[in-house]
């Protein structure tokens, strides 16, 4: 479970500290020793809960595990707290680290209370599991290798399973299926034509299934289709627009003979819900469409279904005995390996029926800690594999709906009654704090992981908050927050306060209105941020200041008014991932000299490549590199071959994607492409945008490569185009605009 991953981790940094610093306060080296100790069996501990059989776990084991996971947490606070405070600053000469030493005494010596503070806790909780004479075999516990459902039968306790076609089959409801589409059909035909046809039931009875399996066997009678959920706390002033924009985002391309041709709906941006409504209204005109709209669950019936449908997760809290559905969604938890159940619990702080993108969700993962090292691969990798196994086990649901750069954007969603499942775990063992809706009357003794969802009645404070207690209230220290997620709330201060939250690893503040360049300013004072994301907003500046973000892994500025960003940003060299796109010029930001310092970069995009040679190289000593998408605003030559050379070099390249930034029809930039002396073999996405003398003859040889997409303003040879094409072995989709 996750508290098993946050142990795990704990253990790994008390052990780099104890070697060095934490010895020169005198007398507490012993107690860490000891407080290693106590933590290593405490992860064992807790492993052997998250491999517990379900309901052999009596109330006061959990109570134990509550009081080990947060000893946990708090003793990884700690560690925190003292590499901000005391730890001396790398580079320091002797005289810095004598009179840092000395103006950090009192720190040290409450850092040292702390730890015997911490170690007493250890002690107590170990004397209060003996007192009570809880033993393993009260656990339940069981190795490895217990019997595990196989995956078809996980399939079809879930309803679901593939067919040779490779799209899901549906189980249970194919008379259901027919019907519906008899009558679509049916329909069309008419002179009378019925506009809705509504599938109404209850969470988890198979709507959307339904709904989705007739979409796919009418794709030839209904070629324009949008598939859009919307959830129960639907506001039209504020997500009218979202959905409207999802819609045209569908339809805006048909897709024929695998080649996704030129629309005519033109972009969204800075429309209004009416604006949105009428161009989606006039690009639709004498064409038939089908479309969906998934949420609204038991609209037409009584009451008493909408109170069975949001009283399941608190049933689920007070009866564990809850048989039927909980049940069946249960059994496929409980049968996860330790390491992936935290993973699969992280879904409960996002709202319901909310797709989260692949690399969003794998990059949260590795910045919470949820992802363990193995030897051979990074963290990425193991992140993937974590991801792969819970597609495999049909824990998630993958949503084609995003487009990016016209090809479809991985993202992923759980399922209504799944989530419930999860909320439920996720409270229980205070893995997750959620705010706003329906969970604004819930209170907490101690928040790790915050979660916002719409508006918040009453006030947050950086350090404390208000719970209700009997009609009373308790302040509660908000100062351990270590994760801070918001999805579009409205009205709440909490982000003026943003520099107090010390300990925050994770701001994912993605597309929240209201979200200014101040906040940009208090989120560089967070020293711990391993993970920041202003996507989809509107500051306009990142200061020089992100240079203090100095264990940052993820910086996500896409969709922004950000122009550029400080040269200071090649002192993050933990730096791995940074997404840039302005979202009105639609421009990247240009690549600095120094961005070779910044070893740790995996994928970068926007950027743009103008008159530095030096900067072209520095691309080339960008050893982990794997994705890169390039605006090219440049003619020169010698700038064009070094940047040649430099993609040769980088064989570690997964996903390329390169655009003639210069809009020249005389000078045709992408043509130096044709000079790579040895292309990256490993490339599975290829994208160039401009005009070129035909596709370099390389491109054939690329035996990885799934997805290809070329777009130009001029005309193309098409013989030639295929002549290379027809040698992909893999090629998946192929996107072309002309």
């Known amino acids: 479970?996750?508290?098993?991953?946050?142990?795990?981790?704990?253990?790994?940094?008390?052990?780099?500290?104890?070697?060095?610093?934490?010895?020169?306060?005198?007398?507490?080296?012993?107690?860490?020793?000891?407080?290693?100790d106590d933590l290593a069996a405490m992860n064992a501990l807790l492993l052997m809960q998250s491999e517990a059989k379900d309901g052999v776990v009596d109330p006061f084991i959990k109570e134990i595990m509550k009081q080990v996971r947060e000893l946990a947490y708090d003793s990884e606070d700690r560690i925190d707290l003292y590499r901000l405070r005391i730890k001396c600053r790398p580079g320091d000469g002797v005289f810095a680290r004598v009179k840092h030493l000395l103006r950090t005494l009192s720190s040290r010596r409450n850092l040292a209370e702390d730890i015997r503070a911490l170690r007493a806790r250890a002690i107590a909780i170990s004397e209060r599991h003996a007192r009570y004479g809880v033993n393993r075999e009260a656990l339940g516990w069981f190795p490895a290798s217990a019997p595990m459902l196989t995956a078809s039968a996980r399939a079809q306790l879930l309803g679901r399973a593939n067919d040779d076609a490779g799209h899901r089959q549906i189980v249970g409801m194919e008379d259901q299926v027919d019907d519906l589409v008899k009558r679509l059909k049916a329909s069309a035909g008419a002179e009378r034509r019925r506009k809705v046809f509504s599938i109404v039931g209850f969470g988890g009875v198979g709507k959307t299934t339904l709904a989705k399996e007739v979409c796919r066997l009418l794709e030839a009678d209904f070629p324009y289709q949008a598939f859009v959920s919307v959830s129960q706390a639907f506001e039209p002033t504020r997500d009218l627009k979202g959905l409207l924009k999802r819609?045209?985002?569908?339809?805006?391309?048909?897709?024929?003979?695998?080649?996704?041709?030129?629309?005519?709906?033109g972009g969204t941006d800075g429309l209004d819900h009416h604006q949105l409504a009428k161009k989606l209204d006039e690009g639709l005109k004498d064409k038939s469409i089908a479309s969906v709209l998934i949420g609204f669950k038991s609209t037409g019936h009584t009451d008493k279904w909408e109170t069975i449908c949001k009283s399941i997760g608190s049933q689920m809290e007070s009866n564990p005995t809850l048989e039927g559905m909980r049940q069946i969604v249960?059994?496929?938890?409980?049968?996860?390996?330790?390491?992936?159940?935290?993973?699969?619990?992280?879904?409960?702080?996002?709202?319901?029926?909310?797709?989260i993108s692949k690399d969003r969700l794998l990059h949260r993962w590795i910045a919470e800690g949820l992802v363990l090292e193995k030897r051979g691969l990074t963290m990425i990798e193991v992140a993937e594999s974590y991801l792969d196994e819970l597609l495999s086990r049909n824990m998630l649901e993958e949503d084609r709906t995003g487009l990016l750069e016209d090809l479809f954007v991985p993202s992923y969603r759980v399922h209504d009654m799944l989530l419930e499942v999860m909320v439920s775990r996720s409270l229980e063992a205070n893995f997750v704090s959620l705010q706003g809706g329906s969970y604004d009357q819930l209170s907490y003794d101690r928040i790790r992981r915050l979660s916002i969802h719409g508006s918040v009645d009453g006030l947050y404070s950086p350090t404390k908050t208000k719970k209700a207690i009997r009609g009373g209230a308790e302040e509660v220290n908000m100062q351990h927050v270590r994760s801070l997620s918001m999805f579009q709330p409205k009205g709440i201060k909490l982000l003026n306060q943003l520099g107090k939250f010390?300990?925050?690893?994770?701001?994912?503040?993605?597309?929240?209105?209201?979200?200014?360049?101040?906040h940009v300013r208090y989120a560089c004072q967070l020293n711990l941020l391993k993970y920041l994301s202003f996507r989809d907003t509107n500051i306009s500046v990142v200061p020089p200041q992100v240079e203090n973000l100095e264990h940052l892994q993820t910086l996500d500025v896409t969709y922004t008014l950000v122009d550029d960003l400080p040269k200071t940003i090649t002192k993050l060299e933990r730096l791995e991932t940074l997404n840039f796109l302005q979202k009105v010029k639609n421009s990247g930001w240009t690549l600095p000299q120094g961005i070779s310092n910044v070893k740790a970069l995996r994928d970068l995009g926007w950027v743009c490549l103008r008159d530095d040679i030096e900067v072209a190289r520095e691309v080339g000593e960008l050893e982990q590199l794997q994705e890169l998408y390039c605006k090219i605003h440049t003619n020169r030559t010698n700038v064009l071959q070094q940047l040649a050379l430099s993609l040769s070099k980088r064989y570690s390249l997964r996903h390329l994607m390169i655009e003639d930034g210069t809009k020249s029809e005389l000078n045709k930039v992408l043509n130096f492409l044709h000079d790579l002396p040895t292309p990256p073999q490993l490339l599975r996405f290829l994208g160039i945008r401009g005009l070129m003398d035909g596709l370099p003859r390389w491109v054939g040889s690329l035996a990885y490569l799934t997805d290809f997409m070329y777009e130009c303003s001029g005309s193309i040879d098409v013989n030639h185009l295929f002549g290379v094409l027809y040698q992909l072995p893999n090629l998946k989709t192929l996107c072309v605009k002309c």
């Open 1 to 36: 479970m996750e508290g098993s991953s946050a142990a795990q981790n704990l253990l790994s940094n008390v052990g780099q500290l104890l070697a060095t610093e934490y010895q020169q306060l005198s007398g507490i080296g012993g107690e860490v020793a000891e407080l290693r």
């Open 502 to 518: 010390t300990l925050l690893r994770v701001l994912d503040l993605e597309n929240c209105e209201g979200v200014t360049n101040k």
């Open 330 to 355: 249960t059994l496929s938890f409980n049968h996860l390996p330790h390491e992936l159940k935290g993973c699969m619990m992280y879904f409960s702080i996002f709202p319901e029926d909310y797709a």
């Open 247 to 265: 819609v045209l985002e569908q339809i805006v391309k048909s897709k024929e003979k695998g080649i996704v041709e030129e629309a005519s709906l």
